[in-house]
């Protein structure tokens, strides 16, 4: 798929500033084109609703779509369309850090900081 075929549909994607939708701006504009964006949500499980009511076609994170959960929905691949994100995880200094926070932390860092040594993380699309 390239930029030129996406921007002929109508698109459901995120609002500006949440997962990536400051990198589908950006990739519109260097390519020159406007995208059609028809509807927002801060929440791929509303974009992926609104797709499935024939709404557009979703711009969503690769990770938000399921082959199990998502049987109906077909992925495209974007690469090469679309730079990578990154997800940061931010806690407030005066937070005291529950057992689940960390192991939220811990699933989502690929490395050990106080060590420097790779966790076996996973990587994100």
Not at 44 to 50: G, L
Not at 116 to 121: A, H, I, L, T, V
């Amino acid at each position: 798929m390239s930029i030129e075929e996406l921007a002929q549909y109508p698109l459901v994607t995120y609002t500006f500033g949440f997962t990536g939708r400051s990198e589908l701006d950006t990739a519109f504009n260097r390519a020159g084109l406007t995208p059609r964006i028809v509807f927002t949500a801060t929440d791929a499980d509303v974009i992926k609703t609104y797709v499935r009511l024939g709404l557009g076609v979703g711009v969503i994170a690769s990770m938000a779509v399921d082959p199990v959960s998502d049987p109906d929905l077909v992925k495209l691949d974007a690469h090469g369309i679309f730079s990578h994100s990154t997800t940061k995880i931010g806690f407030r200094r005066s937070t005291f850090l529950r057992s689940y926070m960390l192991i939220l932390f811990n699933v989502c860092s690929p490395f050990d900081q106080g060590r420097g040594r790779y966790r076996g993380g996973f990587t994100l699309e």
